[in-house]
């Protein structure tokens, strides 16, 4: 388990505190619309942190060619339909490049910024001249509007308990999820971004943002700087 990361619950844990059965039961929701508003169709994507495939399957529905990358191979059996690379993010290096390298479920705010920037890199090492990065950012008020509940309607309950600050600018966050007939929870390192502090985490590594594609501004479209 890496430092700063639990799980608990039944089930396999991956080194980051996710629970492989729990990320099987969670539903899709907008983000298959959202990435196919925003990239070309049947684009060649990258999906950086696919888990169980809860949105590989969508996309691949949609005509895109995903490659799928994750460090737990227990979440790499449950995909379908997509080549599959067992990788931490941050060592990735495939010597090939795509039209679209996606970072979702809010790894842009890994609590450690030197991991942040390696997953940056990652994604920029793997970027076809024209292509985007898709990011999936935290809301501006995730840490501090707690705690936070989603009863969803598919049938259990989602809870941010609390941010707890660590010293460092990150925050050890605690989440709940609870279903009728099993409980997981999940401790993990996040660090907040503001608008500005996300941009400039990008400049970082020479990318920019051109879109955001949500309301709420929880997902961006990136383009290298140049």
Request: charged share 25%; net charge negative.
């Amino acid at each position: 388990m890496r430092a700063g990361h639990h799980g608990a619950g039944p089930g396999v844990m991956t080194p980051d505190g996710c629970a492989v059965e729990l990320y099987s039961r969670l539903p899709v929701r907008a983000e298959p619309e959202i990435v196919a508003a925003a990239v070309p169709a049947g684009a060649r994507i990258l999906e950086l942190g696919c888990g169980v495939g809860r949105v590989t399957h969508p996309l691949l529905e949609r005509g895109f060619s995903v490659t799928a990358v994750d460090e737990s191979q227990d979440m790499l059996d449950r995909v379908r339909g997509a080549r599959t690379i067992r990788s931490r993010i941050e060592d990735l290096d495939l010597s090939e490049t795509f039209d679209v390298v996606m970072l979702a479920s809010f790894l842009v705010h890994a609590g450690d910024v030197e991991v942040r920037q390696a997953l940056l890199r990652t994604c920029v090492r793997h970027l076809a001249p024209g292509g985007c990065v898709l990011i999936q950012r935290e809301g501006e008020d995730w840490h501090t509007n707690l705690p936070r509940e989603h009863v969803d309607p598919s049938g259990f309950t989602m809870r941010i308990v609390s941010a707890e600050p660590t010293g460092d600018g990150a925050n050890s966050v605690y989440a709940e999820y609870e279903f009728p007939d099993a409980t997981w929870t999940q401790t993990f390192l996040s660090r907040p971004l503001t608008k500005k502090q996300f941009e400039d985490a990008l400049a970082e590594v020479d990318l920019k943002a051109d879109r955001y594609l949500t309301e709420d501004q929880t997902w961006v479209r990136a383009g290298l700087a140049a």
